[in-house]
């Protein structure tokens, strides 16, 4: 298998309670596992990395657990495990690899909370964002989970070297990406459209990008969009071969970095059911 997982039993050690809870990646990594899945630990992210993205006053009170919101609490050392998730971002961005970690980050603006919304949904750094401006390379992002990225957004709206696209719920949290703007092309879905609406849209979104600009593609890789999870567009187990597929075709330097996805089950048959697709297409 070519592509290489990236995984660190210690991000599994916090908030056993919360919705965004370590069963998740701990099912998700046992069938990987089982799938003769190659696994490599990160180090974390340097400080110099985050604040390439982060505001320093933010970073400075994440680090000294005084930012805390009802989606997002200040756990106890949450700066470190949120520091590491994002070094998995960077490792796979450098060996074009899948960071299978945990806290997401796509919702965590340059302050934290980003374009409106009241919480941070569960991200507490923008590990993809990091990653990105770690290579800092001409990049297409394209964020298939169920829930817009507007941390992603608000961070890289404008910036000539990136271009993002995201698919996601309509309406759902955090309310925002309803149309495109500049250099973000968002395509809001209403809820269990189901594959062959997925799909045409995903093929439309594609279509609209000039792939030859760019030099690497970064995936926000979220999984809550499968049917009956947090976000569901009705999506079955086929369409993650497809969505990979056409990730393939792309035919760029790829990486993944693991978003949302609440059924541990689901979530690790689909990143392998999309990985096996994308590497043999």
């Known amino acids: 298998m070519k592509t290489k997982m990236i995984f660190s039993g210690k991000c599994l050690s916090y908030g056993q309670w919360h919705v965004e809870g370590p069963e998740r990646v701990r099912k998700a990594h046992d069938i990987l596992k089982q799938k003769g899945y190659e696994f490599l630990t990160p180090d974390p992210a340097t400080e110099e990395d985050l604040l390439r993205v982060h505001d320093v006053e933010y970073v400075w009170n994440l680090k000294k657990s005084l930012i805390e919101d009802p989606d997002t609490p200040a756990f106890e050392n949450i700066y470190e495990y949120a ?7 960077i490792l796979a961005a450098k060996i074009h690899g899948f960071a299978l970690m945990r806290p997401p980050g796509h919702h965590a603006g340059r302050y934290g909370a980003a374009l409106g919304a009241y919480t941070r949904g569960f991200c507490y750094l923008n590990n993809i964002a990091v990653a990105v401006r770690h290579l800092d390379k001409p990049t297409l992002i394209l964020d298939i989970d169920g829930h817009h990225g507007n941390g992603t957004q608000e961070i890289f709206m404008g910036d000539e070297k990136v271009t993002y696209v995201s698919l996601h719920r309509h309406p759902n949290y955090p309310g925002t990406g309803i149309a495109s703007e500049g250099n973000c092309l968002n395509f809001p879905l209403p809820p269990d459209c189901g594959d062959e609406a997925y799909l045409r849209t995903l093929d439309e979104a594609l279509g609209k990008i000039d792939v030859d600009r760019f030099e690497v593609v970064a995936v926000s890789a979220g999984f809550d969009q499968h049917a009956g999870d947090l976000a569901s567009l009705g999506l079955t ?9 056409r990730i393939t075709a792309l035919d760029r330097p790829t990486f993944f970095v693991l978003e949302g996805g609440y059924s541990g089950e689901n979530v690790g048959k689909d990143i392998d059911r999309l990985l096996r697709a994308f590497e043999r297409s």
Do not use: P, Q, T
């Not at 520091?83 to 971002?89: D, E, I, K, P, W």
């Open 83 to 89: 520091r590491l998730s994002a070094g998995g971002a």
């Open 237 to 245: 187990d086929k369409c993650y071969g497809e969505i990979g597929k």
